[in-house]
């Protein structure tokens, strides 16, 4: 399996806060059946206003780690260097003077949990016209989509592929996220998963049981789609498959729920 979204780079960012805890992460991963993972560290408009100097200085030393980290335990996984880089005024810096993206085209791009900006549609215009193409990152988790689900249907139109968070679908951040995942899932709203993995507690690494989740509900085609094929693609830097859907929540009238009732 392909892990699309993690923070196992030691002293980066709110994740793994030494190269102890990295290790015990990379060990969980590989136990857990993943071959490749993709760092993502926060990147906030904190971490560059004043230069990108530091913060990409920060990045090569942690991976400059994980690697011998690696290398001197013989694990057997990949490792390639990215971002979750937050919504902000310096997107267009970031994307002159910085290596971000997945596959030279994906740009993980997270938005505020409490607000989303009005003009999205003009934002992903701009990024997919100089050949960037935004994966959310956890829309699951916005309060303004699991609000309104169906604000989610424009970016799915622009073809930008939604990534969720395993913890949600499993139930470990929270009821409201838990319950918009689900409907992505039913909608076939979700394009790949990710750990989103912190440290070894609160947020640690569930991607078996994350796939076996999928695959249970959803077969293992969708499964390996998920958490294999549709990763691989955003790592080549190819086209993920990404339907227009319907995410209008579903209300059954009294008439309808009774109804239903007398079905069963
Ligand atoms: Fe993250």
Redesign the pocket.
């Given at each position: 399996m392909i892990d699309i979204?993690n923070?196992m780079l030691p002293a980066v960012d709110d994740g793994a806060n030494s190269p102890e805890v990295s290790l015990a992460m990379l060990q969980e991963a590989v136990r857990q059946g993943v071959e490749h993972l993709v760092m993502?560290p926060?990147l906030y408009e904190s971490d560059i206003i004043i230069s990108t100097d530091d913060w990409t200085k920060r990045i090569a030393e942690g991976s400059r780690i994980l690697d011998s980290l690696i290398s001197e335990h013989k694990l057997p996984i990949k490792i390639s260097i990215a971002a979750?880089v937050h919504f902000q005024d310096l997107l267009s810096v970031i994307l002159e003077e910085m290596d971000v993206l997945i596959g030279g085209k994906y740009l993980l791009l997270e938005f505020s949990f409490v607000y989303v900006p009005d003009n999205i549609e003009k934002i992903i215009f701009e990024l997919t016209s100089k050949g960037v193409l935004p994966l959310i990152?956890h829309p699951e988790r916005i309060k303004p989509w699991q609000r309104d689900p169906q604000r989610l249907e424009e970016l799915i139109n622009l073809g930008c592929p939604l990534q969720v968070d395993i913890g949600s679908f499993l139930g470990t951040l929270g009821a409201a996220a838990e319950k918009l995942s689900h409907l992505l899932f039913e909608r076939y709203a979700v394009h790949v998963v990710g750990s989103?993995s912190h440290n070894m507690g609160s947020r640690a690494l569930y991607t078996k049981p994350g796939y076996d989740w999928i695959t249970e509900r959803y077969g293992d085609e969708q499964a390996n789609l998920l958490l294999n094929i549709n990763p691989a693609r955003i790592l080549a830097g190819e086209n993920v498959v990404v339907y227009p859907v319907d995410l209008k929540p579903i209300h059954f009238s009294l008439k309808e729920k009774i109804l239903n009732i007398i079905k069963i």
């Amino acid at each position: 399996m392909i892990d699309i979204h993690n923070h196992m780079l030691p002293a980066v960012d709110d994740g793994a806060n030494s190269p102890e805890v990295s290790l015990a992460m990379l060990q969980e991963a590989v136990r857990q059946g993943v071959e490749h993972l993709v760092m993502t560290p926060h990147l906030y408009e904190s971490d560059i206003i004043i230069s990108t100097d530091d913060w990409t200085k920060r990045i090569a030393e942690g991976s400059r780690i994980l690697d011998s980290l690696i290398s001197e335990h013989k694990l057997p996984i990949k490792i390639s260097i990215a971002a979750e880089v937050h919504f902000q005024d310096l997107l267009s810096v970031i994307l002159e003077e910085m290596d971000v993206l997945i596959g030279g085209k994906y740009l993980l791009l997270e938005f505020s949990f409490v607000y989303v900006p009005d003009n999205i549609e003009k934002i992903i215009f701009e990024l997919t016209s100089k050949g960037v193409l935004p994966l959310i990152a956890h829309p699951e988790r916005i309060k303004p989509w699991q609000r309104d689900p169906q604000r989610l249907e424009e970016l799915i139109n622009l073809g930008c592929p939604l990534q969720v968070d395993i913890g949600s679908f499993l139930g470990t951040l929270g009821a409201a996220a838990e319950k918009l995942s689900h409907l992505l899932f039913e909608r076939y709203a979700v394009h790949v998963v990710g750990s989103d993995s912190h440290n070894m507690g609160s947020r640690a690494l569930y991607t078996k049981p994350g796939y076996d989740w999928i695959t249970e509900r959803y077969g293992d085609e969708q499964a390996n789609l998920l958490l294999n094929i549709n990763p691989a693609r955003i790592l080549a830097g190819e086209n993920v498959v990404v339907y227009p859907v319907d995410l209008k929540p579903i209300h059954f009238s009294l008439k309808e729920k009774i109804l239903n009732i007398i079905k069963i």
